[in-house]
């Protein structure tokens, strides 16, 4: 997947502090008085823990990747670097439009790394100046930490790498409309009738050939309509 593509699914933009969108999930920027001689951060300063877009050289994600890891560890800010992942899945190799059988690694979003983490000072300077780090995406420069992806904007992507977490299903409730975005109903629409947290099944109403129809799909293939969409 492109560039153009990933900002147009993610939603994902260079912004100022003066443009910035309102979020769910803030940072917060620390105290100077805060004793990070060891890493450490009192935990009065601390924000919430939020997904951020970390820029690379394309090829070069995963082992920037482990750099950043490596680096969070051995530097004390272990504590505030939760997941991270580049978008890579297994695709199957294809020849003259047939499987060949044997699979490979592709990159959906090349030039990406996505970290969840907690956003202060130290964080920031460690993460930004880890080798192979090129910067950050919605950080205007000069300085400034980036913001982070809103959670409804982060979900799509987390769920193409197969990563379902359980504070999603509370943006889904019956009677909303959903688009089915993988399996043999992708690209479908249709509207919720019931949630099964712990199946992580959802049963959909759409309309199929002109005939209502109903289907279960998984959680993790589903993303909601807003409805300024």
Request: hydrophobic share 35%.
């Amino acid at each position: 997947m492109m560039l153009e593509e990933l900002e147009s699914e993610v939603k994902i933009e260079e912004v100022t502090p003066e443009s910035a969108p309102e979020v769910e999930i803030t940072h917060v920027i620390t105290d100077s008085s805060t004793d990070v001689s060891q890493g450490r951060e009192a935990s009065t300063t601390l924000g919430d823990k939020a997904w951020f877009v970390v820029t690379a050289y394309s090829t070069h994600e995963a082992k920037v990747k482990e750099n950043i890891e490596r680096r969070m560890k051995s530097m004390g800010c272990g504590n505030l670097l939760f997941r991270t992942f580049v978008g890579e899945v297994e695709v199957p190799v294809m020849r003259n439009g047939e499987p060949t059988g044997k699979t490979k690694m592709k990159n959906l979003y090349p030039s990406y790394i996505f970290v969840e983490m907690i956003m202060t000072d130290r964080a920031w300077y460690i993460v930004r100046n880890t080798p192979g780090v090129t910067g950050f995406v919605g950080s205007s420069g000069k300085g400034t930490k980036p913001f982070p992806v809103p959670r409804e904007q982060m979900e799509p992507v987390l769920k193409r790498m197969g990563i379902v977490d359980e504070s999603m299903f509370d943006r889904y409730k019956v009677g909303d409309r959903i688009k089915i975005i993988s399996g043999p109903f992708e690209n479908t629409e249709g509207d919720i009738i019931s949630i099964d947290k712990a199946t992580s099944q959802v049963e959909v109403e759409f309309y199929f050939f002109g005939r209502p129809s109903t289907a279960v799909v998984d959680f993790s293939s589903i993303e909601k309509i807003e409805a300024n969409s």
